[in-house]
């Protein structure tokens, strides 16, 4: 139990493009989850809380207006990569917290790579 | 704000040997301590947890402790394996339910 998928595992985008990466939780309902970025040899850091029928809160020094979550059902979440640009090019990871509040069930990752 | 300090951010043992990784965090509050194992392009795997109200936790090779009044937690691995080689990453809940992570150790177990 406890499945988290994520897609697409990869892109590769023009800069200026827009990406959307979805985070599904697929046999638990998730009020709560969460999106990371990973740079090569660099730790997980959280971007943003998304609630369920609410706005996310965003982490000091993420734009909110260049990544859009949308967390319209209690099984999706989705992140959009907005006007990509090369720097933008990490590991995008989402998270979903599970039944007993305090462990979270990763994504597989999306490879975001923009040209 | 919250952080999470991990160190060593490298560390090479034999085949055998013992393995030992050290966290410190910053907010008292925090009252759930995971620890994961990265493989290049993959998710953080759990590999063990420790909550607040327990002083220590084993699972076979893998063993945890915590020391909440120095806010210090580690993990510890015996008779490492080459296949235990990877990143390990501590992490700690802070408000809001969220995870706050450790630098990473790239652990390399050598044959």
């Known amino acids: 139990g406890a499945v988290v998928s994520q897609h697409p595992s990869w892109v590769i985008c023009k800069s200026g493009t827009s990406v959307k990466i979805e985070c599904r939780s697929l046999?638990?309902?998730?009020?709560?989850m969460f999106w990371y970025r990973q740079f090569p040899k660099q730790s997980l850091m959280l971007m943003a809380t998304?609630?369920?029928?609410?706005?996310?809160?965003?982490e000091q020094g993420v734009e909110k207006d260049k990544f859009l979550i949308n967390h319209a059902s209690l099984t999706l979440s989705t992140l959009t990569v907005t006007s990509a640009h090369p720097e933008d090019s990490s590991f995008y990871i989402c998270?979903?917290?599970?039944?007993?509040?305090?462990?979270?069930?990763f994504g597989p990752g999306t490879r975001l790579t923009v040209l | 704000g919250e952080n999470v300090e991990q160190h060593p951010s490298t560390l090479s043992v034999q085949e055998g040997d013992s393995a030992v990784i050290k966290c410190t965090y910053s907010?008292?509050?925090?009252?759930?301590f995971p620890w994961y194992k990265q493989e290049l392009g993959k998710r953080p795997q759990l590999i063990i947890d420790?909550?607040?109200?327990?002083g220590e936790k084993k699972d076979q090779r893998i063993a945890v402790t915590l020391n909440k009044t120095a806010k210090h937690f580690s993990l510890h691995i015996t008779e490492t394996q080459p296949e235990d080689s990877a990143v390990y990453f501590c992490?700690?809940?802070?408000?809001?339910?969220?995870?706050?992570f450790g630098q990473g150790t790239e652990l390399s177990v050598k044959p």
């Open positions: 998270s979903a917290r599970g039944p007993s509040g305090n462990e979270q069930f």
């Open positions: 046999d638990f309902q998730a009020t709560t």
């Open positions: 998304s609630n369920e029928g609410s706005k996310a809160t965003y």
């Open positions: 907010d008292s509050a925090s009252n759930y």
């Open positions: 420790i909550r607040s109200n327990v």
């Open positions: 992490a700690a809940i802070i408000s809001g339910g969220k995870l706050i």
